[in-house]
């Protein structure tokens, strides 16, 4: 429920600060005191729309705090969970709206959106009125009233699942079938693929492999004719190998005669004799480390260039060559199958679509039973709200083919507000005051079964008296006793019936005029009810009327 409502610089409210309490509480005063900007205030820190000029004058910004006291499993503190928000304790509306029009928005002190702060705002509070279009006027809303009504929402969510299966199921065959008729169409395409892929059979990383030992082999290419040049020179027919050799033989047999003198010579040739030996065999070692083999890296090239041309003729990298194979044989595999698992698709979905239609079928009824039973309810409210010539419908049409979330069923509230007249939708057909009383009634009905905890009436008793007016206080009292209910009233018959009773009023000078709202005790009580009663002047007859009006609803059950 609301419990305290806290306003700062909205209008002509400068601060206020109401606590509120479970039961009927009725909100009074005389024409232009304020009870229409209250209500502004509250739908503002409920999301409604913001605007500057609801800042009072000479202010730089307004502000609306709304505290509800509601249990820990209501809808709101889903709503507050979903968003990550703390929801410890009292859930707390803020709004603050500045003069230059921009509006900031809290909820549990925690910066939020407009558009959360109203869907949270409208699981809080439900505010009827003549020209209130949020409540039950809402044709869109009226199938679910009527579900909650009816307490089949068990019966409402089974259906929404089978819903679920089956267009899960629908999108699964058409999805399947799309499939089927695409790989049909390109069946000797696929195929040819196929076996072209099969037989080259990509592997992946290969790519890289081949071209890391093409361009070794070509290094090795070009350093093996540099080497086998120089195996040329020291082994082949010129090789100055043997020449030396024998030249150092001649030499050293000739250095004996002469001692001394060739010494060097000989020890030079020697050397040198080593060295290219030595050479001799690192070229021999070189060729063999190049191995290199112009057969297999003519194979290598070709491995190559076949790869990367199957790579550009479909369009993919080489690596994903042996995807594309499998994929393209799964293709084929589903089209080769595929008309089989057609079938079994086809027969899941027209599974899937009768246990829907069983589950629809089933809901209908209930919500054509229930429709039958709120007619009956609401029809039983409309005599003593001076409607008894009036006439409540529930129009509700089943379309088996129509097939939705939920169910088969269009719903709308309708009325016929004189007999002989045409029924039509309740929003065009019924006049303000009509209206007014109808949503009433039908809020008695709803009370207890997806009502908000809070409800507001903003004068719905407006153009009726006596006995009318009595009947809806008599009414808003039962709403009372299931949830909170505010009324804002000019009808001393519903101020009587509150257990909470508060009077709006201006004071101030010419220059500044300020609302204020106090809570009257049971003096004030009478003396307000008598007001009421006698207009500008109140008379000791009036005290009288509305001391025994006062009685007359205390004791009344």
Known sequence: MLSRLSIRDIVLIERLDIDFAPGLSVLTGETGAGKSILLDALSLALGARGDASLVRHGAAQGQVTAVFDVPRNHPARTLLADNAIDDDGDIILRRVQTADG??????????????????????????????????LVDPAAHRELLDAFGGHLGAVRSTGEAWRLWRSAEQDLARHRAKVEAAAREADYLRAAVAELSALDPQPGEETELAELRATMMRAEKIAGEVQDAQDVLSGQNSPLPQLASLLRRLQRKAGEVPGLLDEVV????????????????VEA????????????????????????????????????????????????????????????????????????????????????????????????????KLERAEFIVELSSETESRMEDGIDQVEFWVRTNPGTRAGPMMKVASGGELSRFLLALKVALADRGSAPTLVFDEIDTGVGGAVADAIGQ???????????????????????????????????????????AEMDSAARREEIARML??????????????RLLSETASAP
């Open 102 to 135: 921009r509006t900031r928005v809290f909820v549990n002190d925690q910066p939020a959106s407009v558009g959360l702060m109203r869907s949270i705002g409208h699981a809080l509070v439900e505010i009827h009125g003549q020209h209130d279009e949020r409540a």
């Open 267 to 282: 020890k030079s040739l020697d050397e040198a004799l080593i060295s290219l030996d030595a050479a001799q065999s690192g």
């Open 534 to 547: 006698a207009g500008a002047t109140i008379t000791e007859e009036a005290r009288a009327a509305a001391l």
């Open 475 to 517: 009414r808003l009292s039962r709403l009372a006793g299931r949830v909170q209910v505010l009324s804002v009233t000019h009808a001393p018959q519903v101020a009587a019936r509150a257990a909470t009773h508060f009077l709006i009023s201006k004071s101030g000078g010419a220059d500044r005029v300020a609302t204020g709202v």
């Open 286 to 385: 070189a060729l063999r480390a190049t191995e290199y083999d112009p057969q297999r890296l003519e194979k290598a090239e070709e491995r190559l260039f076949a790869l990367r041309a199957a790579a550009r003729k479909h369009n993919v990298a080489v690596d994903d060559l042996a995807q594309l194979r499998d994929t393209m044989a799964a293709d084929l595999a589903d089209l080769d199958a595929g008309e089989e698992r057609l079938a079994g698709l086809e027969r899941q979905a027209v599974a899937a679509r009768e246990a829907y239609d069983v589950s629809a079928a089933q809901l209908s009824a209930l919500r054509h039973a229930a429709a039958a039973g709120l007619t009956k309810t609401v029809m039983a409210e409309l005599p003593a709200l």
